[in-house]
């Protein structure tokens, strides 16, 4: 009997030689897709419809703004009135975009693979939360930008633009706010179902439902719980900050007095900290779980 016989076949495959990118190349890496998996690039055309055409809205009411003001010589809406304005739509955003950014992974059980590279837990979320942050960031700072820029070419000299300018920054600011607290909570809801159906709801449910307990809050007759009211919903939190930290961007008609905060400005900005603070918490926590099963 023939004793058994191989032959090794040099097909060509090679180690690798090259330099190894390492930690923070991976978090880039995750950080660009997250911010273009967000707005839909890289990924087919029925994925892009929602939030380009919610970038369409928010573009056309910011030129619409700013020829409409143009024209009458009067500002119709600050920058930071603006962010307000347009959060029912950011909260629809995030709806759709946390779930592509985590449930999508969860579900398809690629995450094994993520932490099998040289990446710590901690980084896959954080990365996905920067990402989410930024998408969110540039929905309401791009079209700031386009109210600027109007401003600035309308204005009389130069003295115009940089007042125009001082405005633009505490907008922009406002904005990261908004950005920062609606994905903080936007992620982790969508981080605890791989299905994107119930993360997209939970997401809703969260930020709607939470309204009616400001207004029930807001009609009781201790006066400290109508001041406080503000902080039983993500929304009415970071408009409350931002009342207290830029009040004249924020209500610029001097007959109307807006929500009234009393001494309570620095425990909404306190809350919102902690809300985040919290969330990224929870979120961490998550994935070490997963991490470890």
Known sequence: MSEPTGVIHDIGYQRYTGPRLGRRAVFGALYVHGVRTAF?????????????????????VAGAVTAIGSQIGETLMTYAQ?????????????????????????????????????????????????????????????????????????????????DELLDLVPGLLYAGLWAVVFASVGLLIASLTGKRAFAAGGIVAVFLMTTPIVGVLSILPAQAANQLAGIASPSTLVQGVGIWTMRDQVITDPDALGPDLGAFGPVYALVAALLVAACVALLLARYRKVAAR
């Open 40 to 60: 839909g690039l890289g990924r087919s055309a029925k994925a892009k419809i929602f939030p380009w055409l919610v970038v369409g809205i928010v573009l056309m």
């Open 82 to 162: 603006f962010a307000d304005s347009m959060s029912w739509l950011v909260i629809f955003f995030v709806a759709v975009a946390a779930p592509e950014l985590v449930s999508r992974d969860l579900r398809s059980g690629v995450l094994p693979l993520y932490f099998s590279r040289p990446l710590p837990t901690a980084d896959y979320p954080m990365a996905k939360l920067l990402a989410l942050a930024t998408a969110l960031w540039m929905l309401l700072g791009a079209p700031q930008l386009v109210m600027f820029l109007g401003a600035a070419f309308t204005g009389n000299d130069m003295g115009a633009v940089w």
